[in-house]
């Protein structure tokens, strides 16, 4: 059967393909210790599944608004204001299933054939493939692990052409954890005003942020960006709340209006049960967020400098999410048995096969001397799973 061609343009996610190869040796009941995961290790909060319970006890179960319910859209206009000193209307206001089904729609219409859209590498890997399958050109900007795995205002100037639609910012990154700063974020906002660039800014760990770091977007810290900018946020990191599937963007009415007209001849409403749970999640007691970042933060301590201990591997301290990204291409061109290490993809199998670890090769994300390494599961396991790469990596030779 002929598929149409638009298929060929992207590829399965690859994380959620290590997912599955890791639950494949599970299956074959050998003890895999999985540090592939990209969503949070606690369960979602009491007080949010209580929302969902008298959700399906009042029989909230029918279509909602394509868009989002009222509730739902004025609790994130008031998130937006408490957290992000951001005013917007319901009509600059679209929930969607999750996050990422927010960025397709956003991509489908805003990009199409003839744009590109600068991408800051170490990318999360779904943004390539989301502009490709609109027909315009991702164009990855790689930036230095010198520069903290921050894209400067002068690499981002290099990087834009007269087809340059709009700039995508994680903060903080998947893979990296990088965060950026007010004054880092106001640099780069001057570049893209003098080049009337779009922003999407993926605000996803916007909750996950240690040493009391401040967190900041393009459309808050300059005003004259918020016209421009289309933030786009939900609730499956911060609540751990991956399942539920509620992503939101906020931005001009246009856009909105259009990513509606997307979603009304697609998916509809996002599920009406997870609207009310998300309610609870954005007006609720924010505690939950506090502890959780703790815990976060205790063992991102105890990983970098666990892994900067390991010959051959230097890590960088991310500032917030819940992942690492080691370089670890000093050791590729060792060996162990017949096995030679060249690049991330054969440290990656090397892991899983001789030390039972799952990670993520650094090449799904555009670089190929890291790794990804996410520490949302418990301190046992990680301390389990790193004594486990330890004794491997000193194996080659
Ligand atoms: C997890 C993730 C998302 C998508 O989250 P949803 O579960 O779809 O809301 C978006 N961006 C990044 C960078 C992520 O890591």
Not at 48 to 66: C, G, L, M, P
Not at 133 to 141: K, L, M, S
Request: glycine share 6%.
């Amino acid at each position: 059967m002929k598929l149409a061609s638009r298929v060929s343009l992207i590829k399965p996610s690859p994380t959620l393909v290590i997912t599955a190869k890791a639950a494949a040796l599970r299956a074959e009941g050998r003890d895999v210790v999985d540090f592939g995961a990209g969503e949070p290790d606690f369960n979602t909060p009491d007080s949010i599944k209580n929302a969902a319970i008298q959700a399906v006890e009042s029989n909230f179960t029918r279509y909602t608004a394509v868009g989002g319910i009222d509730e739902l859209k004025d609790a994130i206009i008031r998130k937006l204001q408490r957290d992000n000193f951001l005013s917007y209307k319901r009509s600059e206001i679209v929930v969607s299933c999750g996050a990422k089904h927010t960025l397709f729609n956003l991509a489908q219409v805003l990009f199409e054939e003839g744009d590109e859209v600068i991408i800051p590498g170490p990318y999360w890997v779904s943004y390539p493939d989301l502009v490709l399958y609109t027909g315009a050109q991702p164009v990855i900007v790689n930036t230095q692990e010198k520069n903290g795995f921050k894209l400067t205002p002068e690499e981002l100037e290099a990087a834009i052409s007269e087809k340059t639609k709009a700039l995508i910012i994680n903060s903080p990154s998947n893979p990296t954890g990088c965060a950026y700063s007010k004054e880092e974020l106001a640099a780069l906002a001057e570049v893209v005003i003098r080049h009337s660039l779009m922003v999407i800014s993926d605000d996803i760990y916007e909750k996950i942020l240690f040493d009391d770091m401040p967190f900041w977007n393009m459309a808050a810290v300059n005003p004259a960006l918020k016209d421009r900018t289309v933030v786009v946020n939900g609730v499956s990191k911060a609540y751990a709340m991956t399942g539920w599937r509620i992503g939101y963007a906020a931005g001009p009415e246009p856009v909105i209006a259009a990513m509606g007209k997307i979603q009304s001849q697609s998916t509809s409403n996002p599920a009406s049960i997870s609207q009310k749970a998300a309610v609870e999640a954005l007006n609720g007691d924010q505690q939950v967020l506090v502890e959780m970042v703790r815990e976060f933060q205790k063992r991102r301590d105890y990983i970098v400098s666990t892994l900067n201990a390991f010959e051959g591997v230097s890590c960088l301290k991310p500032q917030g999410a819940f992942y690492v990204f080691p370089n670890v291409s000093a050791l590729y061109g060792l060996s162990w048995k017949d096995r030679k290490i060249t690049d991330s993809a054969t440290m990656t199998e090397y892991l899983l096969e001789e030390a039972e670890v799952a990670v993520v090769p650094g090449i799904a994300f555009g670089d190929d001397r890291y790794i990804r390494i996410s520490y949302a599961t418990s301190m046992s396991i990680i301390e389990k799973g790193l004594e486990r790469i330890g004794k491997a990596l000193r194996r080659l030779s």
